[in-house]
């Protein structure tokens, strides 16, 4: 028997790795970075680390110092602090970024639909200007009634003198 071919249109299995590495979810993971970060910016962090730090120096300059050489020690857990502080805080502007984005974009969104509203509605009162300089007021109304009653008023005081006389005619 031959050995069968590798078929370049089928996907191969995947093997399965030696070494597993535990997962983490990003999202947990950046809330994590997020909590970190803003935690590394209040002044109770900086107050603890002063204080660590002076009890630190203060502790390895008595005669009964525990470290023996006093401040590479100390320089080197600040510099560890800073090595993953500095890529978590990074993390967290990015994740703070990204919101930022989505909100400008909605935001964005938002102001264009209400400037296409604003416009609707500026032509829909120019119409409605325009409608009205066609349509009767009531002032109009009123002076051209007063002036078909005055009308009426002459005509028929000129009709009661043309019927008063024609009765006098005829009597």
Same mark, same amino acid.
């Given at each position: 028997?031959?050995?069968?071919?590798?078929?370049?249109?089928?996907?191969?299995?995947?093997?399965?790795?030696?070494?597993?590495?535990?997962?983490?979810?990003?999202?947990?993971?950046?809330?994590?970075?997020?909590?970190?970060?803003?935690?590394?910016?209040?002044?109770?962090?900086?107050?603890?680390?002063?204080?660590?730090?002076?009890?630190?120096?203060?502790?390895? !300059?008595?005669?009964?110092?525990?470290?023996?050489?006093?401040?590479?020690? !100390?320089?080197?857990?600040?510099?560890?602090?800073?090595?993953?502080?500095?890529?978590?805080?990074?993390?967290? =502007?990015?994740? =703070?970024?990204?919101?930022?984005?989505? !909100?400008?974009? =909605?935001?964005?969104?938002?102001?264009? =639909?209400?400037?296409?509203?604003?416009?609707?509605?500026?032509?829909?009162?120019?119409?409605?200007?325009?409608? !009205?300089?066609?349509?009767?007021?009531?002032?109009?109304?009123?002076?051209?009634?007063?002036?078909?009653?005055?009308?009426?008023?002459?005509?028929?005081?000129?009709?009661?003198?043309?019927?008063?006389?024609?009765?006098?005619?005829?009597?």
């Amino acid at each position: 028997m031959s050995e069968p071919r590798t078929r370049l249109d089928v996907p191969q299995e995947q093997r399965r790795k030696l070494i597993r590495w535990p997962q983490f979810s990003n999202d947990a993971f950046g809330r994590f970075a997020e909590q970190f970060a803003r935690y590394m910016g209040t002044a109770s962090f900086l107050l603890f680390m002063t204080i660590f730090v002076v009890i630190w120096v203060v502790e390895n !300059l008595t005669p009964w110092r525990f470290d023996e050489y006093p401040f590479i020690f !100390l320089t080197l857990i600040l510099s560890l602090q800073a090595s993953y502080a500095a890529p978590l805080i990074l993390l967290a =502007q990015n994740r =703070q970024e990204a919101r930022d984005r989505v !909100l400008a974009e =909605q935001d964005r969104r938002v102001a264009s =639909q209400a400037q296409a509203d604003m416009e609707f509605l500026a032509r829909e009162i120019a119409a409605l200007r325009m409608a !009205l300089g066609e349509v009767a007021t009531r002032d109009y109304l009123r002076s051209e009634l007063r002036s078909l009653l005055s009308e009426l008023d002459e005509r028929g005081g000129t009709n009661a003198q043309s019927a008063a006389l024609s009765e006098d005619e005829a009597g």
